[in-house]
């Protein structure tokens, strides 16, 4: 089935026409007076009177309301003007294109860095021919941002001096970011493409040209390039958000990159910035969008058009139970431990205290128990990440059997940072968890529905399939016995690396302001108090960071497990009597 190009035009301009309005409704939408928060931006010293809040008003068109500033910018935009700064005067446009060539630069240097890791993760799988349980690959998906981005500033910059803190001055500037930004990244790509290798290599046509004597290294490229080609939207959406989604290790380094210049104008409501920045964001998802499908097409060549794919076969992950229990183990007795305790309970001659036999995980800032915080906030992070993880999962399967729409959609939804969602959210519904998973799950279904939809597109396409049709198959049948059980095992699978990464996400908003508010003792919110004093107090900021890391990994080895397990039980029941 090929990909319908005015379906997924159409869903492209509708998104866009959506985003824009949106934004463009956003002083309105936060029930704020626009002309109070400009004022205070320009001048924070300036007092706020009715007169001064009237010139203000007069000077920027908001007595004519929003409609005609949105058509004045469309219009505008049209020849090529983006408008005027509210806080600064200056033309929008060369801040943005100053914001993007810096993230782009950015995301080049974290994508190689993505790219290497990824391919330390895949060559085990491509030197033994077969999987792991990912648990590793897991782990390092899950390390936060922000928090690799202070221990590294901290580590290699400070106390090392080896490298710059903060500016963006030349390529030494970017080497700190571009690893705090490439490490997650590089596990997330690592374990997508070595969960997807097993069952490539165990096809025919790798027997046969190993028999006849085509090198390892023929082998391995060409096992690759058959697994790719479900793939290669990932890789494109990863550097999307490498671009845009880099607000927090921005901010960390002080890069003057688009993401900040989106979330500062957002703060201060500069319309015509902040509407510049997410034009160019979804525009840069969109031509990201377009090459990775056009670079999709090439690999899959004539097989995808004439329906002469094969599936490669189902191959259980041989995951030993001794790791998803050991991992479950450390898990549950260090929350259950902390269920025990007070996690609200201050004690101001303890603060920052070492972990010790009456605080084994340490004290923060406040003098409160570090376990107690861990163990209370299980139930609130894990249930929310689970729940955002299950509807962005559901909603990824169903879209997947509509690639025009699910693409579409996708390249406009994937290139928003969550920052900005949860700002528009909030600002319409106010800050708090429930917002806040709202505005995760608005931008956490992408990847998953571009996976699904890639599959479906090639499960369809099989020659398989077209037997079956032959056959006499009836469609509901081919659903239900074929293209479903191959694609929502490996989108469920990608849905579980993805769960840290969503607890991360309402995370940054939590730190922002926009979702779990103090003192709720939520993971995220753990991890962002902790950051000031990371240098005196590692274990504060380490605990829920271990923590999201220990989830990431028994997520992703008790899935492999049980497959494999299932997988294993079902040949074994297929199998002849003596075989």
């Known amino acids: 089935m090929r990909l319908r190009p005015r379906a997924a035009g159409a869903t492209r301009a509708v998104c866009l026409l959506t985003v824009l309005t949106t934004v463009g409704l956003l002083p309105w939408l936060s029930g704020r007076d626009p002309a109070l928060t400009v004022l205070r931006a320009r001048s924070a010293e300036q007092e706020p009177t009715e007169e001064a809040l009237d010139a203000v008003r007069q000077d920027l068109g908001l007595d004519a309301g929003p409609l005609p500033l949105l058509g004045s910018w469309a219009s505008d935009l049209l020849h090529g003007d983006l408008g005027t700064s509210w806080v600064s005067g200056t033309d929008v446009l060369p801040s943005v294109v ?13 994508f190689a860095v993505a790219v290497l890791l990824a391919c330390a993760l895949v060559a085990p799988v491509l030197v033994r021919g077969r999987g792991s349980s990912g648990a590793w690959a897991a782990m390092l ?17 400070v106390w090392l001096g080896w490298l710059p803190t903060s500016g963006w001055q030349g390529p030494q500037y970017m080497v700190l970011p571009a690893l705090a930004l490439g490490v997650p990244a590089g596990g997330l790509l690592g374990r997508l493409v070595a969960d997807a290798l097993p069952a490539v290599l165990d096809e025919r046509w790798v027997e046969l040209w190993r028999g006849a004597g085509v090198t390892r290294r023929n082998v391995s490229a060409a096992a690759l390039r058959r697994v790719l080609p479900p793939l290669v939207p990932q890789f494109g959406m990863v550097a999307v958000g490498l671009t845009g989604g880099a607000v927090a290790v921005e901010t960390v380094f002080a890069v003057p990159g688009i993401g900040r210049t989106a979330l500062g104008a957002a703060k201060s409501q500069d319309l015509p910035l902040l509407q510049g920045a997410v034009l160019a964001l ?16 090439r690999l899959l060549g004539p097989a995808l058009r004439d329906a002469g794919l094969s599936l490669p076969p189902v191959r259980p992950v041989r995951a030993h139970p001794a790791i998803p229990v050991a991992l479950a183990v450390l898990l549950a007795t260090a929350i259950g431990w902390g269920l025990l305790r007070d996690p609200y309970a201050l004690d101001p001659t303890a603060r920052l205290a070492a972990p010790s036999w009456s605080h084994p995980l340490g004290t923060d800032g406040l003098g409160r128990d570090v376990l107690a915080r861990l163990g209370h906030g299980a139930a609130p992070t894990v249930g929310t990440a689970a729940a955002v993880c ?21 390249d406009i939804a994937n290139a928003l940072p969550p920052v900005i969602v949860g700002i528009l959210v909030a600002a319409a519904s106010g800050p708090g968890t429930g917002g806040a998973a709202l505005a995760v799950a608005l931008i956490s279904w992408p990847p998953l529905a571009s996976h699904a939809a890639a599959l479906v597109q090639e499960v369809r396409a099989s020659s398989f399939l077209t037997a079956q049709r032959a056959i006499g198959a009836t469609p509901s049948w081919i659903l239900t016995r074929h293209v479903l059980p191959s694609v929502a095992a490996p989108v469920a699978r990608h849905a579980l690396l993805r769960l840290p990464g969503i607890a991360l996400a309402l995370a940054s908003l939590g730190f922002l302001g926009l979702g779990a508010q103090p003192p709720a003792p939520e993971w995220g919110l753990l991890l962002d108090e902790s950051r000031a004093y990371v240098e005196r107090a590692p274990w504060a900021a380490l605990a829920p960071a271990v923590a999201l890391a220990l989830l990431a990994g028994l997520a992703v080895s008790g899935a492999a497990y049980a497959q494999g397990r299932r997988v294993t039980r079902d040949t074994r029941k297929a199998a002849p009597v003596g075989v």
């Open 98 to 110: 100053s914001g993007l060539q810096v993230s782009l630069a950015l995301m080049g240097a974290a």
């Open 141 to 157: 998906a899950a390390v936060p941002e922000f928090l690799l981005a202070t221990v590294a500033l901290l580590v290699c910059g």
């Open 390 to 410: 299950l509807l962005s999962l559901l909603l990824a399967l169903a879209l997947g059997f509509l690639p025009g729409v699910a693409a579409g959609a996708a």
């Open 282 to 297: 979804l525009l840069l998802g969109l031509v990201t969008g377009a090459v990775a499908a056009l670079v999709r097409r």
